[in-house]
């Protein structure tokens, strides 16, 4: 496949907002892509949860625009990875998962990363498991891979030098762990990965690694993390919750971006849209100016957001829904309320939750219920079990997100 050779392009995406850092540099990555070369692209993800979250959004937004430019991208589930653990930044061992566990997490990934990436089409991005390699490795095979590391590169990783300060346990694994994952480079024989900062180390080994078995250089290009400029934590931890699905319903999603805390609305503007950076400077601006006034702006946020994985049409409906209930504190009008029609037999409000968008799962929508966050005809319900007639108005949660029941007859 041809791919775009465009130097205003190349240099608006080796440019972008969603890079940090690119080794060896900028501009090798820029004479690369102008080369006419079409790169393998890689970015890879530990099935530790079932979710792809918005913090994954930064490196699929990179990817996109370079699979524009008719690059081989390649989405690397770490199935057999996900089974050590990364060390990353934790302070003890992870939980190891099992290899059902692995398998039950990563079954939606290509639908929830292809609400961005294209897995059809005339260049379209590939899935890859890298249990497909590093599974046939033998004990031999092992002992060659640690030949290529010493252990004065290893303990340069800040997490194991913390441990080590503070006294606390190394499992010989964890050591490992970034030889696996550094392999799989080799295994792609890839020309760049991307990931988060947090992964820099790992993807350098890969880079060694290249070097060492393919006598070939690897880009590395890293993504800034979304964290909360006021605490300096991650917002979409996986292990610590509170994130923002993919899978999250528009509803869902448009609810806890608005709840989210007025100081990462910026963070979130940059690494989680495609807004342009000028807008985004002017509402930086407008904070200065007045920071106690951030409606607007997160009104712009959750568009955004949402427009990405569905569309204007549900962005425009979500946010119409938020100002209606919400800043004129009245009930929605029918337009800004989501309809479901169903088929009789009556079904109970998990299911009408779930299928009419307002939870994502039928754990979710018990919570829900359990928590008195669900509304029918401005009563409360707290049976999960309750049977709907048909004709009914569904008020879900604090954000207050709407649904009106009918059934065909």
Known sequence: MKVDTNPRKIKALVDSRFIDKIYPSRAKLEEALRSGKRLTIYHGVDPTAPDLHLGHSTNFLLLRELQKLGHRIILLVGDFTARIGDPTDKLSARKPFTEKEVKNNSKTYKNQAGKILSFTGANPAEIAFNSRWLKRMNFEDLIKLSAKLTHAQIIKRDMFRRRIKEDKEIFLHEFLYPLMQGYDSVALKTDAEVGGTDQTFNMLVGRDLEKAYLN??????????????????????????????????????????????????????????????????????????????????????????????????????????????????????????????????????????????????????????????????????????????????????????????????
């Open 216 to 409: 070939k250089e690897k880009f590395v290009i890293t993504t800034p993390l979304l964290e909360n400029p006021k605490t300096g934590r991650k917002l979409m931890s996986k292990s610590e919750g509170g994130y923002i699905s993919l899978q999250d319903s528009p509803a869902e999603m448009y609810g806890k971006l608005m709840a989210l805390p007025d100081e990462v609305i910026i963070p979130c503007l940059e690494l989680c849209t495609e807004y342009p950076q000028e807008q985004i400077e002017g509402i930086k601006k407008g904070f200065k100016r007045d920071p106690t006034n951030p409606r607007d702006a997160k009104l712009i946020l959750g568009y955004e957001v949402v427009k990405i994985y569905y569309g204007k049409e549900k962005a425009q409906d979500e946010q119409n829904k938020f100002i209606n209930t919400i800043l004129k504190k009245g009930l929605p009008k029918e337009k800004a309320v989501h309809s479901l029609t169903l088929e009789l037999p009556f079904r109970d409000i998990i299911y009408v939750l779930v299928n009419g968008g307002l939870a994502s799962s039928k754990s979710s929508a018990w919570r829900l219920v359990n928590q008195g966050a669900v509304k029918i005809d401005s009563e409360r319900i707290d049976n999960p079990k309750h049977m709907l007639a048909g004709g009914e108005l569904i008020e879900v949660g604090k954000k207050r997100h709407f649904l009106r029941v009918r059934y065909r007859k």
